[in-house]
């Protein structure tokens, strides 16, 4: 490529050449374009002057190409009718063809209960897209959301302007337990919760949680672990209880049915899990649609977890 492109060329140059390539006369170019004579035999001379040969002679009263015009202008037309058209063309997006990839940012709670149905709705809907999650938790959310994600489903602390944020579920939270193993009633009293040994999700790295900063009361923490994706294989087979979000348990107890759960002996409701998503991306037609299908799934996904959905 001419190294001149970069830093002489100036596109505008190019449909001012065109239309008086066509009209073959600066005074009618002028007219098509709105522009005046002078504007449009300065625009000539510019383009003249970086593309190194004259493009124009004059014939008569009007302009005639020269062999370079000639075949600046056949190499030009077709790509111009397609830029104009890619410019003036309303776009359509048709789920069952779209080859577009989604980044989505995930809370590991998300990627439990949103992602596999998600898939499954995409393998139905929309074969061709792609999912690329990446793991968010709100500290990180709206670095994330700056740069490369097209949405994200996460809780979030505050957030810039340009960031749309929608409550999707407010989630209680449940005893998750092995019952081969600890024993709870139908309801643990406050003191047997606190007697039990705990495994708990603490995005800090430290031996504290939800409960804790609920509470200022400490459990006893045998296992502190970043995500919730390995509670399932922590809790089966121990007498380790972990509390979590309901929808999650819901996911987990379907690869292991024989846990179960007990509701906490106390109000945790914890923050809102909110659908977000970039102001820039308001009027992307594939990211309406991928919204509309995640506040459908959340809501799926609440009444069969037994949750009341967001309304």
């Known amino acids: 490529m001419n190294t001149?492109?970069?830093?002489?060329?100036?596109?505008?140059?190019?449909?001012?050449?065109?239309?008086?390539?066509?009209?073959g006369s600066v005074t009618e170019a002028a007219s098509r374009l709105y522009l005046t004579q002078p504007a449009v035999s300065a625009a000539l001379r510019r383009l003249s002057t970086t593309v190194g040969a004259p493009l124009f002679v004059r014939r008569g009263r009007g302009l005639a190409l020269t062999s370079r015009g000639e075949r600046l202008r056949q190499s030009l037309a077709p790509h111009l009718q397609a830029i104009v058209e890619a410019a003036l063309t309303s776009p359509t997006f048709d789920p069952a063809t779209s080859e577009r990839t989604l980044r989505l940012g995930l809370s590991d709670a998300a990627e439990l209960w949103l992602l596999p149905p998600l898939l499954r709705l995409l393998a139905r809907e929309a074969?061709?897209?792609?999912?690329?999650?990446i793991p968010v938790q709100f500290r990180t959310v709206a670095a994330a959301l700056a740069t490369c994600l097209d949405a994200a489903i996460t809780v979030a602390d505050e957030l810039p302007s340009n960031v749309r944020r929608e409550e999707l579920m407010w989630g209680s939270f449940v005893c998750l337990y092995d019952p081969r193993h600890r024993s709870l009633r139908r309801t643990p009293t406050v003191e047997e919760y606190f007697a039990c040994e705990h495994v708990i999700v603490s995005y800090n790295g430290d031996l504290r949680g939800i409960v804790e900063d609920l509470f200022q009361r400490q459990r006893t923490v045998r296992c502190s672990v970043s995500t919730f994706a390995n509670l399932g294989a922590i809790v089966e087979g121990s007498a380790l209880v972990a509390t979590v979000p309901e929808l999650v348990a819901h996911q987990i107890r379907r690869v292991?049915?024989?846990?179960?759960?007990?509701?906490?002996?106390?109000?945790?409701?914890?923050?809102?899990?909110?659908?977000?998503?970039?102001?820039?991306?308001?009027?992307?037609?594939?990211?309406?649609w991928a919204r509309e299908k995640i506040r459908a799934l959340a809501k799926r996904g609440q009444g069969a977890s037994g949750m009341s959905a967001k309304t």
Do not use: C, H
């Open 4 to 23: 001149s492109y970069g830093r002489d060329l100036d596109l505008n140059l190019l449909r001012v050449f065109a239309v008086v390539a066509e009209a």
């Open 127 to 133: 074969p061709r897209m792609r999912i690329v999650a």
């Open 256 to 288: 292991y049915p024989q846990l179960k759960t007990r509701p906490v002996p106390f109000e945790a409701k914890g923050a809102a899990t909110e659908l977000l998503w970039p102001t820039t991306t308001d009027d992307d037609e594939v990211g309406v």
